[in-house]
């Protein structure tokens, strides 16, 4: 199918990637996100597989319920738009009509991406129910909107520059092994050095940044979440007051 056999691959791989999005996040994201956690806590973490047993261990005793944490985690998303709406960048208080709309999608994309980091606060926080941890972050975001996402959109270029410095390395090094296959490999090179390039991203790039987000975002949560009075963001976000009225149905 040459080019467009490649093409129908890569919609296939991301409609799927769509539809587990869950399963993603409960299998790799959390697991990870737990350990990263426990490591900044300073805890003694096994290791080999002693350490895959633990970090599952510790995600079914944080997030039993599969079916609930898809709900949790778009509550939490809808919360990072209205919080991007909430606290506008003063500096495009000038841009108007299709511009500042544009500009607005971007701040809530980033933003949103924030919501790993504030599900790890549930490793964290002490509660037993995950719908009291993302409150108490996000109330905690709320607080810190500006310099969070701020910080998340650096460590996103930092994990694309990583992809695209890995890309074109990739790419060459593919070409030589295949320089000596007889057949024309079109843009194949390309395409699996972009899928091992994305590949290094999600390994190692996202992780660093997620990392550094938990070293940003843990000291400050520890520090407000139970000393500073609940804020007002349940009367300005009606994603936030959905996700207050959860609060103790986090079961299976």
Known sequence: LGPIG???GFVAFAFLMTRIRTLWLRIVDLPQLG???DQWDGRMLPTARALLTYAKERLDGAYASTSRLNDLDLSVRDVLTDLSRLHPCPKLNGVEGYPAQVLHQITARVSRLNHRTLLAWHFMSGHQDPWRSAAEALEVYDRHFSAMARNRAILMAFTWLGFFTALPLLYKGIEILVSDIPIHMGPWPLIFGGVFSW???AAFFDAIAEA??????FPIARREA?????SS???NSPAFAALESKIGGFTG
């Open 233 to 235: 963001l349940s009367q």
């Open 6 to 8: 490649a093409v129908i």
């Open 35 to 37: 350990i990263l956690a």
């Open 212 to 217: 550094a987000m938990l070293d940003y975002f």
């Open 226 to 230: 139970q000393s500073v009075p609940g």
């Open 199 to 201: 590949a290094i991203k």
